[in-house]
T-cell receptor, first 117, second 116 residues
Framework: GAVVSQHPSRVICKSGTSVKIECRSLDFQATTMFWYRQFPKQSLMLMATSNEGSKATYEQGVEKDKFLINHASLTLSTLTVTSAHPEDSSFYICSARDASGGTDTQYFGPGTRLTVL | AQKITQTQPGMFVQEKEAVTLDCTYD???????LFWYKQPSSGEMIFLIYQGSYDEQNATEGRYSLNFQKARKSANLVISASQLGDSAMYFC?????????????FGKGTRLSVIA
């Protein structure tokens, strides 16, 4: 299957700082990427849809000024958590949509565990 | 709106036995895809198997097979010959194939524990 990388895998930061998470599709081009947040023992919660070359579409209740998304190329989307606070501590995971080859499948990055002190 | 229901929060299975994880879905879309993902304790989401709504045959991938019953709107995952490494969370998900930018809709997941 296709490979999606995510960096960093783990980050610990102080309250008030900003953290950038990168999501890359390594062997395919992804016009659409998705950012999810997952709390312990819960399912994935969609935060936003990232479209290459245009503004991201945020889900209801997700602050777009706090979670900045940039999809500057067909293989890279970034999520920046601005002025992070302890309640932002979570597992963030991205996925990239691969519609080539006849099967529309989303492949996930390995996730980023964010801890805000 | 699409909805995925996984009614089993946790399941236990003996090593080398087969296990079925339930998934039912609700959608008004004519063309959709059904997916199963495995999430081990490391957190990564691993794609296991895909079934298109128009596929007449049930999908199979190694020890994984998808029991697709369209009339009943169910897409159960069958894992044969369970291994200790199969212990993980399993998520059923759905995608609208007509719309290009729709995300996967996930169920709440089933935690599978394989015991020796």
């Amino acid at each position: 299957g296709a490979v999606v990388s995510q960096h960093p895998s783990r980050v610990i930061c102080k309250s008030g700082t900003s953290v950038k998470i990168e999501c890359r599709s390594l062997d395919f081009q992804a016009t659409t990427m998705f950012w999810y947040r997952q709390f312990p023992k819960q399912s994935l919660m969609l935060m936003a849809t990232s479209n290459e070359g245009s503004k991201a579409t945020y889900e209801q209740g997700v602050e777009k000024d706090k979670f900045l998304i940039n999809h500057a190329s067909l293989t890279l989307s970034t999520l920046t958590v601005t002025s992070a606070h302890p309640e932002d501590s979570s597992f963030y995971i991205c996925s990239a949509r691969d519609a080539s080859g006849g099967t529309d499948t989303q492949y996930f990055g390995p996730g980023t565990r964010l801890t805000v002190l | 709106a699409q909805k995925i229901t996984q009614t089993q929060p946790g399941m236990f299975v003996q090593e080398k036995e087969a296990v079925t994880l339930d998934c039912t879905y609700d959608t008004s879309d004519q063309s959709y895809g059904l997916f199963w993902y495995k999430q081990p304790s490391s957190g990564e989401m691993i794609f296991l198997i895909y079934q298109g709504s128009y596929d007449e045959q049930n999908a199979t991938e190694g020890r994984y097979s998808l029991n697709f019953q369209k009339a009943r709107k169910s897409a159960n995952l069958v894992i044969s010959a369970s291994q200790l490494g199969d212990s993980a969370m399993y998520f059923c998900a759905m995608l609208d194939l007509f719309s290009g930018n729709t995300p996967l809709v996930f169920g709440k997941g089933t935690r599978l524990s394989v015991i020796a």
